[in-house]
């Protein structure tokens, strides 16, 4: 079951340091997104990618920093980590309207 | 506006009992419903969805039900087991937009 994958699964850092999450999705989707789920369980679209294009970016800090070199894999890039950031970050991609999650990265910020 | 109001927050039945969730939403431009359940540690995983022109779709022991006159749909699960334990997202898409609004799930727990 790898067809929307993440790495890596867990990630500790200190507060202040720069570090990158990797999705890629095999299920040839045009749309893919990042969500971040809280401590309540709440799931919060961050960003949205069709085709390589930026096509939602829901008012994160721009610390975050999305990319997508292809259609197929989405990266995130966090700088300035800070305690808040502390949250389960879940890839996602769609071709129509039903989305498909990767596993999360658990991102614990020190 | 979009919002999504989920309803309970928790939920705890017996097992072989029936269970319901309800969600209300806002934007009469959403079109698609799906429902997502999450077990602990694991990624959400779509479960049934509906669409705006069907009033109900069943999926052996769950359904979902759409009122678009009301703004809310419920979803279904009867004969419920303790793998059915799970938290569980409603959302809404909307025409206007290319996102997935979620609501604040509702922790379902069957008691064996």
């Known amino acids: 079951d790898t067809a929307v994958s993440q790495t890596p699964k867990y990630l500790v850092t200190q507060m202040g340091n720069d570090k990158s999450i990797k999705c890629e999705q095999n299920?040839?989707?045009?749309?893919m997104y990042w969500y971040k789920q809280d401590s309540k369980k709440f799931l919060k679209i961050m960003f949205s990618y069709n085709n390589k294009e930026l096509i939602i970016n829901e008012t994160v800090p721009n610390r975050f920093s999305p990319k997508s070199p292809d259609k197929a894999h989405l990266n995130l890039h966090i700088n300035s980590l800070e305690l808040g950031d502390s949250a389960v970050y879940f890839c996602?991609?769609?071709?129509?309207?039903?989305?498909?999650f990767g596993p999360g990265t658990r991102l614990t910020v020190t | 506006g979009e919002n999504v109001e989920q309803h309970p927050s928790t939920l705890s039945v017996q097992e072989g009992d029936s269970a319901v969730i309800k969600c209300t939403y806002s934007d009469s431009a959403s079109n698609y419903f799906p429902w997502y359940k999450q077990e602990l540690g694991k990624r959400p995983q779509l479960i049934i969805d509906?669409?705006?022109?069907?009033g109900e779709k069943k999926d052996q022991r769950i359904a979902v039900t759409l009122n678009k006159t009301a703004k809310h749909f419920s979803l279904h699960i009867t004969e419920t087991q303790p793998e059915d334990s799970a938290v569980y997202f409603c959302?809404?898409?909307?025409?206007?937009?290319?996102?997935?609004?979620f609501g604040k799930g509702t922790l379902l727990t069957v008691n064996p």
């Open positions: 299920l040839g989707h045009d749309t």
């Open positions: 509906i669409r705006s022109n069907v």
């Open positions: 959302a809404e898409w909307g025409g206007s937009n290319y996102k997935l609004t």
């Open positions: 996602a991609s769609s071709q129509a309207a039903e989305q498909y």
